[in-house]
């Protein structure tokens, strides 16, 4: 079965700084999908980035890019220029291509100082 | 975009009573929805997968008469919560999908349910 872990339950930055979430995977899958999602105080879901699997450029939106290290089965995200809204519990996700179940990791929840 | 919509935001009720929650892809077809519960500072766990005129597949735990689960039509899923008492009150959330290549999930903003 596939694991996904996060192995930071928590982190901070201060505003207009740079940090990086990370999360690796367990799959034996050689193609499939992987998500950032981010849940604010609101608790809504929001998606922030994908990725998939057979593109070896990493996904870029904004200031939120990945690195996606396939072999390593690594894939973490970067937010650049942190802002106070960016605060929230970060989750990461895989999906196999051949279903549209996603598999979580634990989260990080993330503190942006001013 | 795409837009999934749950309803109710919040119940509040007295223990024994039985709770429907819906949830409603409201600008595509959702072949699948997903029911998660989610517990203060921790990760989404998958309780059902519903599929669209097929019965509902349980996660191994999760009661499936205490948790009915119904996808009548491509957009509605419902999830009733039966004779519901104190511990089960958590956070619920729907999800909603195409199943279509790289298409995510799409998140409905979640049911609070408190059981007194």
Redesign the interface.
């Known amino acids: 079965a596939q694991t996904v872990t996060q192995s930071q339950p928590e982190m901070s930055v201060q505003e207009a700084e740079t940090v990086t979430l990370s999360c690796t995977y367990d799959t034996s899958e050689s193609d499939y999908?992987l998500?950032w999602?981010k849940q604010p105080p609101?608790?809504?879901?929001i998606?922030v980035i994908?990725q998939?699997a057979y593109k070896q450029q990493n996904a870029t939106e904004n200031r939120f890019s990945v690195n996606f290290q396939k072999a390593a089965k690594s894939f973490s995200l970067k937010i650049s220029d942190s802002q106070l809204g960016d605060a929230a519990?970060y989750?990461c996700a895989y999906r196999e291509?051949s279903?549209?179940?996603?598999t979580?990791?634990?989260?990080t929840?993330l503190t942006v100082n001013p | 975009g795409a837009v999934v919509s749950q309803h109710p935001s919040r119940v509040i009720c007295k223990s024994g009573t039985s709770v429907k929650i819906e949830c409603r892809s409201l600008d595509f077809q959702a072949t699948?929805m997903?029911w998660y519960r989610?517990f203060p500072?921790?990760?989404?766990m998958?309780m059902a997968?519903s599929n669209e005129g097929s019965k509902a597949t349980y996660e191994q735990g999760v009661e499936k008469d205490k948790f009915l689960i119904n996808h009548a039509s491509l957009t509605l899923s419902t999830l009733t919560v039966t004779s519901a008492h104190p511990e089960d009150s958590s956070?619920y959330?729907c999800?909603a999908?195409?199943?279509y290549?790289?298409q995510?999930?799409h998140?409905g903003?979640?049911t609070r349910l408190s059981i007194l």
Do not use: A, H, V
């Open positions: 999908y998500f999602y609101s608790r809504q879901m998606l994908r998939e519990m989750f291509t279903g549209s179940r996603l979580f990791g634990e989260g929840q | 699948t997903f989610q500072k921790q990760s989404l998958l997968t956070f959330i999800s999908g195409t199943g290549g790289n995510p999930q998140f903003d979640g």
